[in-house]
Nanobody, 121 residues
Framework: QVQLVESGGGLVQSGGSLRLSCTAS????????AGWYRQAPGKQREMVAS???????NYADSVKGRFTASRDNAKNTVYLQMNNLKPEDTAVYYC?????????????WGWGPGTQVTVSS
């Protein structure tokens, strides 16, 4: 099957930057959709950035102008560049992706385990 692993989280001061990566491994034939989500303590998981294959990234209003998502299909990797971080960005960040894993068109969709981002004031 496929595994997703995020990296790049950590502790940063308000106004700082972090870059998250999410790399997939496994029997992957084609990279379809992808997304970054986050979940703060006591809150529901929310979409941060998402893309449908061949489209453009959509962003949550709270991160527009500060976060930039990108993807490298050849590396089966998505990135999230986070600038001007604020304490309210503190959360566990998850990536999700969909891949074609079989020539018959079978797809796989799943979540990574998450990476903690903590922004201090």
């Amino acid at each position: 099957q496929v595994q997703l692993v995020e990296s790049g989280g950590g502790l940063v001061q308000s106004g700082g930057s972090l870059r998250l990566s999410c790399t997939a491994s496994g029997n992957i034939l084609k990279f379809n959709d992808a997304g970054w989500y986050r979940q703060a303590p006591g809150k529901q998981r929310e979409m941060v950035a998402s893309i449908i294959s061949g489209g453009t990234w959509n962003y949550a209003d709270s991160v527009k102008g500060r976060f930039t998502a990108s993807r490298d299909n050849a590396k089966n990797t998505v990135y999230l560049q986070m600038n001007n971080l604020k304490p309210e960005d503190t959360a566990v960040y998850y990536c999700s992706s969909e891949f074609v894993i079989d020539p018959d068109g079978t797809t796989w969709w799943g979540w990574g385990p998450g990476t903690q981002v903590t922004v201090s004031s």
